[in-house]
């Protein structure tokens, strides 16, 4: 069911905004897409990882945990959905979120069916909301350390 497209849809598909503690690894710099490294959270919004990857766009592939915590250090926000939970317009609609700094990439084992992530914030939501992810995306975008 898409939602926020013109009306309520599935009104409170998205939980909060939250904020998380910033891991102390996040000046660790991973070489490669080592997937060996520990997060505190998963999916991760700091911590250990590959510095200035350059990825943009809409991905087909998921993205090992160093290279998404380098793009949300660099100010990117992140845009996972469960490829299992997310299919057809939903999806299409996720994926009308990629735009400069702005990356949507299928997850691995996502807490939810759609995860935005930026520099040390998260909202997870059950169920697409356009809305709701570009209010997070809006308030989070250029926010990281590096930016």
């Keep these: 069911m898409l939602s926020a497209c013109g009306d309520d849809g599935d009104a409170g598909a998205c939980g909060p905004i939250l904020r998380e503690g910033l891991d102390p690894a996040y000046v660790v710099h991973v070489l490669g897409s080592d997937t060996d490294v520990e997060y505190r959270s998963d999916p991760p919004t700091s911590g250990p990882h590959q510095p ?4 943009e766009g809409v991905l087909d592939e998921t993205l090992p945990r160093p290279i998404q915590v380098g793009l ?4 990117d926000v992140l845009v996972q959905y469960d490829p299992d ?4 317009e939903d999806r299409e609609a996720v994926e009308g979120l990629a735009s400069d ?4 990439a299928p997850g691995d084992e996502l807490p ?3 995860v935005a992530t930026a520099w040390t914030a998260k909202r997870e939501c059950s169920s697409v909301d356009v ?7 809006a308030e989070r975008a250029g926010q990281g350390p590096e930016h």
Excluded: M
């Design 52 to 55: 200035a990857p350059s990825v």
């Design 85 to 88: 939970a997310v299919s057809g």
């Design 112 to 114: 939810d069916a759609v």
């Design 72 to 75: 949300l250090e660099q100010g």
């Design 101 to 104: 700094g702005v990356v949507v």
């Design 131 to 137: 809305a709701a992810l570009e209010e997070f995306v």
